[in-house]
């Protein structure tokens, strides 16, 4: 058990570029941290991230690092192997954080969410905006609304060339290059809904208790038989509609587009991240605005891997909690279902959120 001063031993398992550029140097900037294990496929990347960053041990076996004294895991390899390790280290100990999405099927998801509670760890879902100053004020006007009876929720981003076979620009001088298998396969989860739309739910999920029960979708597919982009009407279990949609296409140089709409019983919510709005409308005309400082909601994801050492500390609060993660994947699951069934209607299978429910 970690004591509350630290230090909290950490281990990467799939320490691809965003782990290079985002997790591990954030974990190394901390003084409560030690950096114990990193593992990936291929000997040259792994020694050079290792010497960079002075792991005590590294391996390209992950079941190995399953032998090592550590506190918490971050899984960073494909989506397809999310799973497997996520459930390992949980039951070897861990808190952990997965990369999202967190899994490809919807029953995995769901036993990562049990296990966690089972074994009394943390487990935490790469969801960088849950973490971002103010957004989370969303959750008090959305109390003001009544019941939701409708959502409209947009992502786009930048994304076309990685998605249909290239890279980004902006990338190109990272020493450690993503693999494309993770963006472009499509049996490990390549294509715009789980690679992007992903963020979108999962900010969602984490302000409300919306639950999917049906989806039917369309997809428009680049040749390799990923989506690019993404339209699906969806059927709530509370009885509200949902409007999703996702696309690539933003032009590369400009940012994110995340639009979430509520329309509740007595008022809705507005949330756009590109524009930094979030605005509450109640009868009679009644609006109001929310404050948000200039860049607070410019994407970075610091905060999930912050907040992993925080826990493993006793300190702080799960803002991307695996169930948020797992009412992401059964949605994200029947969108793609749903389009590849050339629109027919997916039922989602109603798990427990937790075995005590």
Same mark, same amino acid.
């Given at each position: 058990?970690?004591?509350?001063?630290?230090?909290?031993?950490?281990?990467?398992?799939?320490?691809?570029?965003?782990?290079?550029?985002?997790?591990?140097?954030?974990?190394?900037?901390?003084?409560?941290?030690?950096?114990?294990?990193?593992?990936?496929?291929?000997?040259?990347?792994?020694?050079?991230?290792?010497?960079?960053?002075?792991?005590?041990?590294?391996?390209?076996?992950?079941?190995?690092?399953?032998?090592?004294?550590?506190?918490?895991?971050?899984?960073? @390899?494909?989506?397809? #192997? &999310?799973?497997?390790? /996520?459930?390992? +280290?949980?039951?070897?100990?861990?808190? =952990?954080?997965?990369?999202?999405?967190?899994?490809?099927?919807?029953?995995?998801?769901?036993?990562?969410?049990?296990?966690?509670?089972?074994?009394?760890?943390?487990?935490?879902?790469?969801?960088?905006?849950?973490?971002?100053?103010?957004?989370?004020?969303?959750?008090?006007?959305?109390?003001?609304?009544?019941?939701?009876?409708?959502?409209?929720?947009?992502?786009?981003?930048?994304?076309?060339?990685?998605?249909?076979?290239?890279?980004?620009?902006?990338?190109?001088?990272?020493?450690?290059?993503?693999?494309?298998?993770?963006?472009?396969?499509?049996?490990?989860?390549?294509?715009?809904?789980?690679?992007?739309?992903?963020?979108?739910?999962?900010?969602?999920?984490?302000?409300?208790?919306?639950?999917?029960?049906?989806?039917?979708?369309?997809?428009?597919?680049?040749? @390799?038989?990923?989506? #690019? &982009?993404?339209?699906? /009407?969806?059927? +709530?279990?509370?009885?509200?509609?949902? =409007?999703?949609?996702?696309?690539?296409?933003?032009?590369?140089?400009?940012?994110?587009?995340?639009?979430?709409?509520?329309?509740?019983?007595?008022?809705?919510?507005?949330?756009?991240?590109?524009?930094?709005?979030?605005?509450?409308?109640?009868?009679?005309?009644?609006?109001?605005?929310?404050?948000?400082?200039?860049?607070?909601?410019?994407?970075?994801?610091?905060?999930?891997?912050?907040?992993?050492?925080?826990?493993?500390?006793?300190?702080?609060?799960?803002?991307?909690?695996?169930?948020?993660?797992?009412?992401?994947?059964?949605?994200?699951?029947?969108?793609?279902?749903?389009?590849?069934?050339?629109?027919?209607?997916?039922?989602?299978?109603?798990?427990?959120?937790?075995?005590?429910?």
């Amino acid at each position: 058990m970690t004591s509350p001063n630290g230090p909290v031993r950490a281990a990467i398992i799939g320490a691809g570029h965003f782990a290079y550029r985002m997790h591990i140097p954030v974990l190394a900037a901390r003084e409560d941290v030690v950096l114990d294990s990193v593992c990936r496929l291929g000997r040259k990347e792994l020694d050079l991230i290792a010497g960079e960053f002075g792991f005590a041990f590294a391996t390209e076996d992950w079941r190995e690092v399953l032998e090592r004294e550590i506190d918490i895991a971050v899984i960073s @390899s494909p989506h397809n #192997l &999310h799973y497997e390790q /996520a459930k390992a +280290f949980l039951e070897k100990g861990c808190h =952990v954080l997965v990369e999202k999405p967190m899994c490809l099927d919807p029953d995995e998801a769901w036993d990562l969410v049990r296990v966690a509670e089972r074994t009394g760890r943390e487990l935490l879902v790469a969801y960088g905006w849950n973490y971002k100053q103010g957004l989370d004020e969303m959750r008090g006007m959305i109390g003001e609304i009544g019941e939701i009876e409708h959502v409209v929720c947009h992502m786009a981003s930048f994304t076309r060339s990685i998605f249909s076979g290239g890279t980004l620009s902006n990338w190109q001088h990272i020493a450690i290059q993503p693999d494309r298998s993770t963006w472009e396969a499509p049996d490990q989860g390549g294509g715009y809904a789980y690679g992007q739309l992903s963020h979108a739910l999962g900010i969602l999920y984490w302000l409300t208790d919306l639950r999917a029960a049906s989806v039917r979708s369309v997809l428009f597919d680049a040749p @390799s038989q990923i989506d #690019l &982009h993404d339209a699906a /009407a969806v059927r +709530f279990q509370n009885g509200a509609t949902g =409007v999703f949609s996702g696309s690539c296409g933003v032009p590369n140089g400009h940012g994110f587009e995340v639009d979430i709409r509520l329309y509740g019983s007595k008022g809705s919510v507005l949330l756009d991240i590109e524009t930094e709005r979030l605005v509450l409308k109640l009868p009679d005309g009644e609006t109001r605005v929310a404050e948000v400082p200039q860049g607070a909601w410019k994407y970075s994801c610091e905060g999930p891997a912050n907040r992993l050492v925080d826990l493993a500390l006793g300190q702080g609060r799960n803002e991307s909690p695996g169930e948020v993660g797992a009412r992401a994947v059964e949605t994200l699951h029947a969108i793609v279902a749903s389009g590849k069934a050339q629109g027919a209607e997916q039922i989602i299978k109603q798990h427990q959120k937790a075995a005590a429910e």
